[in-house]
T-cell receptor, first 112, second 109 residues
Framework: NAGVTQTPKFQVLKTGQSMTLQCAQD?????MYWYRQDPGMGLRLIYY???????DKGEVPNGYNVSRLNKREFSLRLESAAPSQTSVYFC???????????FGSGTQLSVL | RKEVEQDPGPFNVPEGATVAFNCTYS??????FFWYRQDCRKEPKLLMS???SGNEDGRFTAQLNRASQYISLLIRDSKLSDSATYLC??????????FGAGTILRVKS
């Protein structure tokens, strides 16, 4: 049982480049999330999807877009990467909005 | 004021010690509370939920104090393997989930 699978694990981008972080879960969860984690700060929600077909902004959505491709997959896109987006990104899923979160293993992204 | 605040630590304790951390939250309407554990460079994992009456799971005890708006985590008989960052999570109104920045625990032999 893979749980939440997130790719890539590491990525280095130049300012202005674009990329998509992929996330898939095999637990039939309705809710999926993208967080970023920076030193000294808690995980901050970028976007979330309460169910297939819906997406909503979180605390720090600027510079990102998401797609809930189907119930399993929720991708995060950086259209024009900036150094301020250097961070560790985590995808997560849960059965419902206030239930236990299951996290992917994270993506270390550096934007130069 | 941050919605959820934790002492960043680090808390350096010897093996076998008892250690406790608190997490304060600003919104009295907060509904649910959790403790997550995060190992270095790994993803957070749920340690335990926090119930109104307090709850225990082996060496770990979680408590909620609604009057003073904080939750606590007590670890008894600390093990080296308990070294990690402990994140408190508060679910606010509208199912908004907020993470604290975490408390670092280092257990030393």
């Amino acid at each position: 049982n893979a749980g939440v699978t997130q790719t890539p694990k590491f990525q280095v981008l130049k300012t202005g480049q674009s990329m998509t972080l992929q996330c898939a879960q095999d637990m039939n969860h309705n809710s999926m999330y993208w967080y970023r984690q920076d030193p000294g700060m808690g995980l901050r929600l970028i976007y979330y999807s309460a169910s297939e077909g819906t997406t909503d902004k979180g605390e720090v959505p600027n510079g990102y877009n998401v797609s809930r491709l189907n119930k399993r997959e929720f991708s995060l896109r950086l259209e024009s990467a900036a150094p301020s987006q250097t961070s560790v990104y985590f995808c997560a899923s849960s059965g419902a909005a206030n239930e236990k979160l299951f996290f992917g293993s994270g993506t270390q992204l550096s934007v130069l | 004021r941050k919605e959820v605040e934790q002492d960043p630590g680090p808390f350096n304790v010897p093996e076998g010690a008892t250690v406790a951390f608190n997490c304060t939250y600003s919104n009295s309407a907060s509904q649910s509370f959790f403790w997550y554990r995060q190992d270095c460079r790994k993803e957070p994992k749920l340690l335990m939920s926090v119930y109104s009456s307090g709850n225990e799971d082996g060496r770990f005890t979680a408590q909620l104090n609604r009057a003073s708006q904080y939750i606590s985590l007590l670890i008894r008989d600390s093990k080296l393997s308990d070294s990690a960052t402990y994140l408190c999570v508060v679910i606010l109104y509208g199912n908004k989930l907020v993470f604290g920045a975490g408390t670092i625990l280092r257990v030393k032999s």
